[in-house]
C-alpha cells in the first residue's frame, strides 16, 4: 500500500510538472525530496529522522530544495516533524496526498513551512494520477481504512474507518490497465476481503474475484492482505473455481496462542485459523501460504510461543513475515504490563526464523521436478560464473531464476520451466527453457522502456524509498505486520 501510494505521489508531481532527477544523482542533486512514511514499527520513526538530518547540509548548501514528510508517520507525528527538523518545507497526511504540489508551492511562494493534515479522505486515491513502477503488473485498492482496533497496531487510528470503492469503478480501472497491457493485478485492502462492508454485502469480495475472471487479458490476479476474521468459504470458491486468481495466500496469524490473539483483540483462534488453511489446501492443492507473525507481545509466555510454533508446523507456511513485537505510542499493547525482554525476545524470533527456514526449504523441494509458467520479472537476475540467469514468479508468487534462453525475453512475458533446484527463498530452473510466449505486457514493457524522446525542463524531484518497514531474515519483502 505504501508503495503505491508512492506512485500516486510520482503521478501527482510528474502531471504538476515535476521530472524525475536521475537515479544515480543522489538525494543533494533533486530539487524535491518526497519521504513516504509508515508507522508500523519504530525503526520507521528512526530511519525518517537519521534521512532528514542528513539532507539537512545538503538543502543548506542547495537553495530553494525542498524536503516534503508524507504518510502514516507524518499523519502521527504532525506537531514534532517540523519542530524536529525546521528545514522540512511540507508535512501532509495520509488523506490529502492530492494536496502535495499545492503545499510545496505554497510554501515556496510563502516560504515557510506548511503542515496540513486532513481528518478524513477527501477523495479515494485511485482518482489521482499514478506513474507506476511496472508496465505489466499495477496494485489496485479496493478499499482504504480499517475498523479493527488490534491492540498492537496504530494504523487504524492513522487510515481511518474502512472506507470501499465502487465495484464498477474497481473493474473500470481494471479494465483500462489491461488496455494499457497490464496482464497482473493486486487487489490492495488493508483488510481486503472485508470489502463489502460500507454495502452491507458480504459475499462482495468474492464476486469481485469472480468479476476480475470474466476481463478477457488479464491473466494473474492476486490480493493482499486478507483477515481469518473475514476469510469465509466463498471466498475460497471463488479463488478456487476463478482461473486467473492465483493459488497463493497471504493470511496474517500474528500469533498461534489463543491467549495472545484475545489479547491482540484478533477476532479468531488457533482452530479457527488452522480450520482456514485446511479448506484452503483441500480446494487449491498447490496454494502456497504465506503469513505475518509477532514474537514477544506483551504477556506472552514460553507457553503461548509455542503455541506459535506449534501452528507454524501444522500449516507448513511458504514463507513467514516474522516481527519483533514493536511498542507504539497509542496503542493499547504500549501500556500493557509484563513487556517482554529484549533478549527473550530475540532468542524466540530466532528459534522462530530457524523453524520457518526449515520449513520454507522442505516445501520448496516439493517443487522439484514441477513444470510452471514463470512471468519474467524486471532486471536481469542472477548471475553465477558464466551462466546469465533472469527471474520470474510462479503463479503461487515463488520467486524462480532461470537459465536465459537464446530468443529475447522481456519483462511481462511467459516462459515454461522445469524447476531443478530448491533453496530456502528461491527456485532454479536451470536447463533449457521450455517455451516463451511473448505477450500484451511484454510489449507494454518494450514500448516503455524504448529510447525516450528529450524530456522538457522541469524541476528535479526525487524520491528516496524511505520509511518502509525493512524485510526481516525469513521475509522476501517488507510489508506491515499489523493486519
Given at each position: 500500500?505504501?508503495?503505491?501510494?508512492s506512485?500516486?505521489?510520482s503521478g501527482l508531481?510528474e502531471?504538476?510538472?515535476?521530472v524525475r532527477?536521475?537515479?544515480d544523482a543522489g538525494?543533494g542533486?533533486a530539487?524535491v525530496?518526497v519521504?513516504?512514511?509508515?508507522?508500523?514499527?519504530e525503526?520507521?520513526?528512526n530511519r525518517?529522522?537519521g534521512?532528514l538530518?542528513r539532507?539537512?547540509?545538503m538543502?543548506?548548501?542547495r537553495?530553494g530544495?525542498?524536503?516534503a514528510v508524507?504518510?502514516?508517520?507524518?499523519?502521527k507525528?504532525r506537531d514534532?516533524?517540523v519542530?524536529?527538523a525546521?528545514?522540512?518545507?511540507?508535512v501532509?497526511?495520509?488523506?490529502?496526498?492530492?494536496?502535495?504540489p499545492v503545499l510545496?508551492?505554497?510554501?515556496r511562494?510563502?516560504?515557510?513551512?506548511?503542515v496540513?493534515i486532513?481528518?478524513?479522505?477527501?477523495?479515494?486515491?485511485s482518482t489521482l494520477?499514478?506513474?507506476?513502477e511496472?508496465?505489466?503488473?499495477?496494485?489496485?485498492?479496493i478499499s482504504?481504512?480499517?475498523n479493527n482496533t488490534?491492540?498492537f497496531?496504530i494504523?487504524?487510528?492513522?487510515?481511518?474507518?474502512?472506507?470501499?470503492?465502487?465495484?464498477?469503478?474497481?473493474?473500470?480501472e481494471?479494465e483500462?490497465?489491461v488496455?494499457?497491457?497490464?496482464?497482473e493485478?493486486?487487489l490492495l485492502?488493508?483488510?481486503?476481503?472485508?470489502?463489502?462492508?460500507?454495502?452491507?454485502d458480504r459475499?462482495?469480495?468474492s464476486?469481485?474475484?469472480?468479476?476480475c475472471?470474466t476481463?478477457?487479458g488479464?491473466?494473474?490476479?492476486?490480493?493482499?492482505s486478507?483477515h481469518p476474521?473475514d476469510f469465509?468459504?466463498?471466498?475460497?470458491?471463488a479463488?478456487a473455481?476463478?482461473p486467473?486468481?492465483?493459488?497463493q495466500?497471504?493470511?496474517?496469524?500474528?500469533s498461534g496462542?489463543d491467549?495472545?490473539?484475545?489479547?491482540m483483540?484478533?477476532s479468531y483462534?488457533?482452530?479457527?485459523y488452522?480450520?482456514?488453511?485446511?479448506?484452503?489446501?483441500?480446494?487449491?492443492p498447490h496454494?502456497?501460504i504465506t503469513?505475518d507473525?509477532?514474537?514477544?507481545?506483551?504477556?506472552e509466555t514460553?507457553e503461548?510461543?509455542e503455541q506459535?510454533?506449534?501452528?507454524?508446523r501444522e500449516?507448513?507456511?511458504?514463507?513467514?513475515f516474522?516481527f519483533?513485537?514493536s511498542?507504539?505510542?497509542g496503542t493499547p499493547?504500549?501500556t500493557m504490563?509484563n513487556?517482554i525482554?529484549k533478549?527473550?525476545v530475540q532468542?524466540?524470533y530466532?528459534r522462530?526464523v530457524a523453524l520457518q527456514?526449515?520449513?520454507?526449504?522442505d516445501?520448496n523441494k516439493k517443487?522439484?521436478?514441477r513444470?510452471v509458467e514463470?512471468m519474467?520479472?524486471e532486471?536481469e537476475g542472477?548471475?553465477d560464473g558464466?551462466?546469465?540467469?533472469l527471474?520470474?514468479r510462479?503463479p503461487?508468487n515463488?520467486?524462480v531464476?532461470?537459465?536465459?534462453?537464446?530468443?529475447?525475453?522481456r519483462?511481462?512475458?511467459v516462459?515454461?520451466v522445469?524447476?531443478?533446484?530448491a533453496?530456502?527463498?528461491h527456485?532454479?530452473?536451470?536447463?533449457?527453457?521450455l517455451?516463451v510466449?511473448?505477450t500484451?505486457?511484454?510489449d507494454?514493457?518494450e514500448?516503455?522502456?524504448?529510447?525516450p524522446?528529450?524530456?522538457p525542463?522541469?524541476?528535479m524531484?526525487?524520491l528516496?524509498?524511505?520509511?518502509?518497514?525493512?524485510?526481516?531474515p525469513?521475509?522476501t519483502t517488507?510489508?506491515c505486520g499489523?493486519?
Open positions: 500500500m505504501n508503495v503505491h501510494d506512485e500516486r505521489l508531481l502531471e504538476a510538472g515535476y532527477a536521475p537515479v538525494e542533486n530539487d525530496v519521504f513516504n512514511t509508515c508507522a508500523v514499527r525503526n520507521a520513526d525518517l529522522y534521512n538530518g539532507l539537512a547540509p538543502k543548506a548548501s537553495p530544495m525542498q524536503i508524507g504518510g502514516c508517520l507524518a499523519q507525528d514534532t516533524i519542530k524536529k525546521p528545514w522540512v518545507d511540507v501532509f497526511g495520509t488523506h490529502n496526498i492530492g494536496k502535495l510545496l508551492e505554497r510554501a511562494v510563502q516560504d515557510e513551512a506548511q496540513e486532513a481528518e478524513a479522505l477527501e477523495a479515494f486515491p494520477p499514478t506513474r507506476r511496472s508496465a505489466y503488473a499495477a496494485w489496485v485498492s482504504v481504512g480499517c488490534c491492540t497496531c494504523v487504524p487510528a492513522l487510515r481511518g474507518k474502512e472506507k470501499d470503492r465502487r465495484t464498477g469503478d474497481i473493474l473500470a481494471i483500462a490497465l488496455g494499457e497491457g497490464v496482464s493485478i493486486t485492502g488493508q483488510n481486503v476481503n472485508a470489502y463489502g462492508s460500507d454495502m452491507g459475499q462482495a469480495f464476486k469481485l474475484l469472480r468479476a475472471g476481463i478477457d488479464l491473466e494473474r490476479v492476486r490480493f493482499t486478507p476474521r469465509t468459504d466463498d471466498v475460497i470458491a479463488m473455481e476463478t486467473n486468481v492465483m493459488p495466500l497471504h493470511m496474517p496469524l500474528q496462542s491467549t495472545v490473539l484475545k489479547a483483540r484478533r483462534r488457533q482452530e479457527r488452522l480450520g482456514i488453511i485446511e479448506k484452503v489446501r483441500a480446494a487449491i496454494a502456497a503469513t507473525i509477532i514474537v514477544g507481545f506483551p504477556g514460553e503461548d510461543f506459535t510454533m506449534h501452528v507454524v500449516a507448513r507456511f511458504a514463507q513467514a516474522t519483533q513485537y511498542k507504539r505510542p499493547a504500549a504490563e513487556q525482554p533478549q527473550v532468542a524466540r530466532e522462530l527456514e526449515e520449513i520454507s526449504w516445501e517443487q522439484v521436478g513444470t514463470l519474467v520479472a532486471g542472477r548471475k558464466a551462466t546469465r540467469r527471474s520470474g510462479a503461487d515463488r520467486l531464476h532461470f537459465t536465459k534462453p537464446d530468443q529475447e525475453v519483462p511481462g512475458d516462459v515454461t522445469e524447476i531443478t533446484y533453496a530456502p527463498h527456485l532454479l530452473a536451470e536447463g533449457a527453457v517455451d510466449r511473448r500484451r505486457a511484454g507494454a514493457w514500448k516503455r522502456n524504448a529510447a524522446a528529450e524530456k525542463a522541469g524541476v524531484l526525487g528516496p524509498k524511505i520509511g518502509v518497514p525493512e524485510p526481516l525469513v521475509a517488507g510489508g499489523g493486519h
